[in-house]
């Protein structure tokens, strides 16, 4: 396939994504939510460990274990919010399942092309929240500020992974700290659970367990 034709399957592929994204939300920009629907449902496992929940409309970069986007993912489909993952291909459904996440209410697009931003931006019309991989890009403060002011305006918190945001106002970092196994018969086992270290900034803020 030619380079302008694979642009033009691109862009009518973004047409798409925008009427399906225009009929799924129900959302008012110019409309204030209530305070009890102006954060974003977190984990029962970050609970202890964030200061706050996240405002809608936040956009943090997350590093680290993969748990973390994984865990937010399922708190918020499972609490009848709607999520997507862009340019994750490798993203641990099945984890995401076992933390009680609502598949019915998750978009997953794991190829967005050549501009997983645009992507992003799109699906924040009708959705809570957007996991974003970059796959190693690093997004300039310019286009970084266009994007949060629409994450602001959609009331849609975009947590970004696999490369840099800059202007950030809040990155989050997972580390492994140890793993709880299950032993099975015959010596075998499986891993029930996570511990993991949560940073904010470099700076610890608390201990957590995933899964």
């Not at 009929?23 to 964030?50: F, K, N, Q, Y």
């Not at 602001?152 to 140890?178: F, N, P, Y």
């Not at 010596?187 to 949560?198: E, K, T």
Request: with cysteine.
């Amino acid at each position: 396939m030619s380079p302008a034709a694979v642009h033009d399957d691109r862009a009518e592929q973004l047409k798409l994504l925008r009427r399906q994204m225009a009929a799924v939300s129900g959302r008012r920009a110019d409309t204030a939510l209530p305070e009890s629907e102006a954060r974003l449902p977190i984990p029962p496992m970050l609970a202890d460990v964030l200061p706050e929940a996240l405002p809608r409309g936040t956009v943090a970069v997350l590093s680290g274990a993969r748990s973390l986007p994984v865990s937010m993912v399922a708190a918020v489909t499972a609490a009848a919010g709607n999520a997507a993952i862009v340019g994750q291909p490798n993203i641990g459904l099945l984890a995401a399942v076992e933390m009680g996440a609502d598949l019915s209410r998750l978009a997953v697009i794991p190829d967005p092309g050549a501009d997983p931003v645009e992507v992003a931006a799109v699906l924040m019309d009708g959705m809570d929240l957007v996991v974003l991989g970059l796959g190693g890009r690093s997004v300039p403060l310019t286009r970084a500020r266009a994007v949060v002011a629409r994450a602001h305006q959609k009331g849609c918190t975009l947590l970004v992974t696999d490369g840099d945001w800059q202007g950030a106002s809040m990155r989050l970092e997972a580390r492994v700290r140890g793993y709880e196994t299950t032993m099975g018969e015959r010596g075998f086992g499986r891993i029930s659970g996570v511990r993991l270290d949560v940073c904010a900034r470099g700076r610890m803020i608390g201990r957590t367990r995933a899964g």
